[in-house]
DNA sequence: TATCGTTATATTTGATAAGATATAGCGATA
DNA sequence: TATCGCTATATCTTATCAAATATAACGATA
């Protein structure tokens, strides 16, 4: 049995979090799904958290993230900016990142 | 207005949490006052809570990390023991040089 | 053997976060 | 202008976790 080093990283922007796990695990549901209800429908999340939770991001990031439109064909729907694209790249580069620093410096000690 | 990226890391034994930012700045007042409850005191924290923290850290480790001792003169103590040490000193270096890590990998982006 | 400050443990209360439910509004299309 | 699936928002209930309270036990010392 032995010891795990594990990590949470987030972005914050003004205080409060703009991005973290479960956020960025979101974005690429909408991605995919091109819909807020689907993409949480998709992950077990309710709709109303899921969009509080884009919202949030929304209102702090500096450029828009996900862009939604309401009514019209098909109800209407919900798109990521390729400025969120390269945000959600971004951390989980870094996240991957971390993970494996932490791995060797664990290992390295032999706790 | 800029981006921050923040972190907490912890270390798991067999699933549970064994060691996280808390604990050790618990363990570390242990360390300073000699008594878990005085520790308590100092981080405003009630004794039950920090009792049940260092139970969990003691339960989990591969080696005890605080020894206590009850009635006696003064009462009784508790004491960081030196492989306890190592452990606070091994999570306070990996977590300053994630921070860091993580501030330049942010940096380099430019979002 | 009475005292003292401590560790050790159970129980109850309160606060906070999460979840469920309900409903309003939108706009292209037919 | 009726329909449709979606976004948007409020309200209420429930579950989870933290906090507070109470009490037992311990052993050196005087």
Redesign the pocket.
Known sequence: MDYKIKSRIWIEADGSILLGEGRVQLLKAIDEEG????AAKSLGM????A?SLI?AVNSRAKKPVII?S?????????QLTTYGKTMVNAFENINKNCWSYLDSQLKALDL
């Open positions: 819909s807020l209800s689907k309710s709709y109303k958290k969009w919202d939604t309401v009514g019209g064909k098909g109800g209407g729907g919900a």
